[in-house]
Structures are given as C-alpha cells and as structure tokens.
C-alpha cells in the first residue's frame, strides 16, 4: 500500500512540474529585450504606418543604438517613450510607475480655440447654470437657445439624466453642444448621446480591428449605428469642437456630421480615430495602443480628425471683449 | 430580482440531494424495479494553484491559487460510467514581475459544463477491477480580467464543445491486513471499502474561440460597437487547440449511502491564435462528498 501511495504522489509530482515544461519561456527583462519586444508589438499591433508614412523599420535603426545594458530605468523609459512618440499618436503611451509617456503636440500645435474662463463667466453665468450628470448647460439668446458644455466623455451620466436635458432643449430654438478640450473616454456615452440628436436611426462610421501582424491583416468592416432615441432634439444643432477633441469626441464629431440639422463648428478634430488596447512588457510597464481603424462613411479615416463644416477658430479681439466668438457665431447660425 | 435567482442558483447548488433520496425499503416497499447501478450526487471542493500564458495580454507568465466547486451527477455500475458535472472555478493571480505599486492582479472565473460518458468496459471479468473506455465532452468559458495601469482588459475563451477520448480504471481494495474493525475483509462493495481511480481524458477537437489578434473588450464601453466582432473569431480545431486532464485517487465508502473521494486533477491546454497564444496548467487536489441517492 505504501508503494501505491509513494507511487501517486511521484505522477502527481511528475504533472505538476509538466506544467512548467509546457509552458512557454518568458522573454528576458533585461533592456535590449525589453526595446525589442515594445518594437516588435507596436509593429505588429500598430494599425497607422502607412497613413502617416512611418518607416518603422528605421525608427528602430534610429533608437535601438541608445540602449545599453547598464541603463537605469529612467533612461530606458525616456528612449522607448520617444520611439512610441514617433507614431504621432496620443493613443500610444507607455505607462511605468513613475512616468506616463503622452503625445502632445497633436494638440499644442493647434490654436486652443478655447477660453474656459470666459466661457464659465459669460455662457455658463457662474451659481446659475445646471450641472447635470458631467453636463453643464444654461439657456442664451432670450432662453432660446440650450448652451451645453461637456468637458469628458469620461464623465458618466445616468439615461435619466440624459433626459433631463433634452428635455429641456426640447421647444428650444437651437442647441449648441461644447467639445472643445473633450479629450475622449467612453464610446458608449459617444454613441448614446448621438442618439439623442439622430434624425434616424442610421449607421454612422464603420470600424476594422486589426487581428494579424501583417499590414492586411484586419477583420471585416463592422458598422457603428445609431438609435434614434427619446427625448432626443432634432432641431437647429452646432457642434463646438477645436483640437483637443479626441478620441471618443473625434468619434462623436463623426456620426453627428452625418445628421442634417448639425453642423460642426470649430477646428478639425484632434484624431484619435484607433480605439486603445493595453500589453504589458515583460518588466510589467504597459504599452497601449491604437488596436483599430475607423472611416466616416465617406471613407474619411478618423485618425486623420474631422473637419468642421464651419471653420472658426477663437480670436484675441473677441477674448478681449469678453466674448467667445466662436459661440457668438453659433447663435447667429441658430437665429432665423 | 436577480439577486433571488442568484439565491435560488446557489441554494440549489449545495442542497444535499440526500435530503430527498430513499432508502433500499423504501422501493421495495413500493416495487419500484431498481436497476443494479449506483447513482450519486457529488459535491466537490477543488484548491490548488493554476499558471496561464496568454501571449495576448502579456508575455509574463501569471500564477496563483485556484478554488473551485463542482456539483456532478454520477453514475457507475460494471458496464457504464457517466458523470454530469457543473464546475466553477477561481483564481486569483499575478505575476512573478508584479511591481509593488501595481501588482497586476488577474482575476479568472471558469465556469465549466462536463459530461463524461464511458459506455465500454474492457474488462468484465471482475467488477471489481473495471476499465471504461468512452467519450468525453465538454464546454466551458473562461474569463480573465487584468487590472493594469491605464486599462483593465478582460481576456476571455470558450470551447464548445471539445470532444475526445476517456479511459478510466478502478481498483477496490481494503486494508486486509491490518486489524481495523472499519473496513471489512471480504472483497465486496460496501461501507469501509475503498476504491483507487484514474482517468485520462484527451479532448481532440474543440470549437475554441478567443478574442481576435487586437480587441476592444478591454475598451470601457467599446462592447456595443464591436459587438458583431465576436462572430468573426475563429475556431480552433485540431492542432491549435490541444488539451489533457488527468484525475486520480481513492475513493472511500464510509456509509450505505456516503462516501467521499480524495483526489488529484492536472489538467494542460493550449490554443494557438493568429500572433498569440494561450497556455494554461492546473494541478487541483479536492474532495468529493458523495450521497448515493438510488443504490
């Protein structure tokens, strides 16, 4: 009996340690290992390259020199930061502990095209506009007009309360929606708010995930659509976007542009048109990336952003009047 | 309301069915033909470790502690064997590079649907020392989700079903030499009895689905858009899908109708995807509390 006991505990010794045997090695942690592997996932992963024209082959030629085997982690941090950098995404970032890596110039070679200031003080009118679910909202031009401002797509909201301000716009002679600097965040609150101003339901962008590491390699085009939902508002609507509207808002831009009674006012959107998918590196950093594509119906890819119907960007002699001339613009389209 | 049907779910998962069965008088009493077969319901209680590889989230190999419940219907006589089994698992994980600021924590539920289904015995010289040969099937759907530092990302693969080969053996045995007044000398079955078992199960085809290359699952709100995405994943079949499961133990006939089970499960698969993979191991000891229900 004692040899039949001593004789299940080996195979079950034996099946445990087959475990590791099966299993596949984990890649070396050092920094050589670590450059290579961030190259390697962003090249297969990235679905951009050809859009922007980047010779990604060459990036590496450009970077790899720089790493050395004794480097700390500050330094190797800086040198992968750059290279992602190099997609010209703000959707790339590489995220350690003590750094997060992010591309700005997307935005900071842009006009702001925005004054919060000026806009809480003489649009929003300080302790007498509603906030209601990350909406701030108040009623211009003799309350015939619903001014609402949304600064994150991020920010969440209830249906109800979705309702609330629709409600309100309902009756209304226009509706002017603020994104400028609405750097992005849920789909699900994009897609839900375009459904409120739907004339009909009706797809609006088409999108592909990229399932492959060859340049062809993406699933078939999926429609994105929209629901026509109620209370919703189908009147007279301005769309209010500069730079900095990116990524969900980018998106939001594009469904709406393809409603009849909305027009897009403002800069051409920031881009942002991949939505992001995290990897970890193998000494545990997380590399994020744009992991799809999307088009316009028009086939307009959205990383490239969208343009305004209306071009109008913030001028200084308006700021010094203390008025917002690009909101001043948008009451004007909205009178009769 | 769903919190009730959650109630309801669970109460009926540790409900001893003994509650309700009878005993041998009770279907003479009413001359119900019994069949010579014992009927069992099992509870079981799984504790070991599990290592996932999931190339498409990390390269880092993840391990940790795996709990797990099953609820199974058995059924046993010379020459038939079948098991019907629900079994949930959970493991926490992280791993071996987790940082001290962030510690990568992997949560993986797997919920698991199993029938084991033996219908040949090639040995029937001796009930005693029986070996079934038969099929197995089953399905199951695991989900991960990771916390990261930006992103959470949930990671998630079933297989529906896999279908293969199972064989299993068993040998009853006392302690005749020793003087214990608990277990009986004679060979039959019966309280103090126990019974050695192994099983080998080598699921060969499988519809195996895994997210794509790239997905927005791990994208908040990404699920409505993207949703069709899911019947674009493609099976796994044989060759990029590869699976074993190895059970042994003894099993302990302390009563007429209780009896419980010690035992070891390892259990291996692997499915290749286009540019990721995913390994998982599992090694398990439980035990299984048997009520016979209908001798």
């Not at chain 2, 070891?264 to 290749?272: H, K, T, V």
Request: include cysteine; proline fraction near 6%; glycine fraction near 6%.
């Amino acid at each position: 009996m004692r040899k039949r006991i001593l004789l299940l505990l080996f195979i079950g010794t034996v099946l445990n340690s087959c475990t590791s045997l099966l299993l596949d090695e984990e890649p070396a942690q050092n920094p050589q290992a670590i450059f290579e592997f961030t190259w390697k996932e962003v090249e297969d992963k990235y679905p951009f390259f050809e859009l922007k024209g980047i010779n990604w082959q060459s990036v590496k030629q450009k970077y790899q020199p720089r790493i050395a085997p004794q480097m700390s982690e500050e330094a190797l941090f800086d040198v992968l930061a750059e290279m992602v950098n190099e997609t010209r995404d703000a959707h790339v970032n590489l995220a350690s502990p003590f750094n997060v890596s992010f591309y700005t110039p997307v935005f900071l070679n842009a006009p702001e095209n925005l004054n919060a200031r000026l806009v809480e003080q003489y649009y929003l009118f300080p302790n007498d506009y509603y906030l209601t679910g990350g909406f701030d909202h108040s009623l211009l031009d003799s309350n015939e007009v619903l001014y609402l401002r949304y600064e994150s797509f991020a920010l969440a909201y209830t249906q109800q309360q979705l309702d609330y301000v629709f409600n309100r716009a309902s009756g209304k002679r226009g509706l002017i929606i603020d994104l400028r600097n609405n750097l992005g965040g849920s789909i699900s609150s994009a897609f839900d708010l375009a459904s409120r101003l739907a004339d009909k339901s009706r797809p609006v962008i088409v999108s592909q995930v990229k399932n492959g590491p060859g340049a062809l390699d993406y699933e078939v085009p999926v429609n994105g659509s929209v629901v026509k939902q109620s209370p919703g508002y189908t009147g007279p609507t301005v769309v209010l976007v500069n730079r900095k509207s990116y990524s969900a808002t980018n998106l939001f831009a594009a469904m709406v542009r393809e409603f009849p009674q909305v027009t897009l006012m403002g800069d051409t959107t920031g881009g942002g048109g991949g939505v992001p998918v995290s990897r970890e590196l193998p000494n545990g950093w997380v590399l994020r990336l744009s992991g799809t594509r999307t088009f316009g119906l028009d086939g307009l890819n959205l990383e490239q952003g969208v343009p305004p119907d209306r071009l109008v960007y913030l001028s200084a002699d308006s700021v010094a009047a203390n008025r917002d001339n690009m909101i001043e613009e948008a009451l004007r389209l909205l009178r009769p | 309301m769903f919190r009730v049907y959650w109630c309801l779910l669970i109460g009926w998962l540790c409900l001893p069915y003994s509650l309700f069965s009878q005993d041998q008088s009770f279907w003479a009493k009413h001359k119900v033909a019994v069949k010579a077969r014992e009927k069992y319901f099992a509870d079981g209680y799984f504790f070991g470790e599990q290592r996932v590889l999931d190339t498409w989230q990390s390269p880092l190999i993840y391990s940790g502690t795996s709990l797990g419940y099953s609820k199974a219907y058995i059924s046993r006589s010379k020459g038939f064997y079948k098991e019907i089994a629900l079994q949930f698992f959970f493991s926490p994980m992280a791993h071996s590079r987790s940082a001290p600021w962030d510690p990568d924590l992997t949560r993986s539920f797997y919920p698991q649907f199993f029938i084991q289904y033996l219908p040949i015995q090639i040995k029937k010289d001796s009930s005693l020392y029986p070996i079934w040969l038969g099929l197995n099937i089953d399905m199951g759907w695991q989900f991960r989700i990771n916390d990261r530092l930006q992103n959470s990302a949930i990671a998630y693969e079933f297989w529906l079903p896999a279908i293969g080969p199972s064989m299993r053996i068993e040998h009853a045995f006392s302690f005749r030499e020793r003087n214990y007044r608990l277990f009986r000398k004679d060979r039959k079955l019966g309280p103090g009895k126990f019974k050695a078992y192994a099983s080998m199960t080598l699921p060969l085809v499988a519809w195996a689905s895994r997210p794509p290359f790239s997905s927005l699952a791990d994208y908040v709100g990404g699920d409505d858009l993207f949703s069709t995405a899911w019947d674009q994943r493609k099976a796994a079949s044989l060759g990029s899908y590869r699976r074993v499961l190895i059970d042994w133990g003894v099993w302990w006939q302390g009563r007429e109708r209780r009896s419980v089970s010690l035992g070891y499960r390892w259990e291996f698969y692997q499915i290749d995807r286009p540019g990721h993979r995913v390994q998982s191991g599992t090694s398990v000891v439980y035990v299984r509390f048997h009520s016979l229900f209908r001798p």
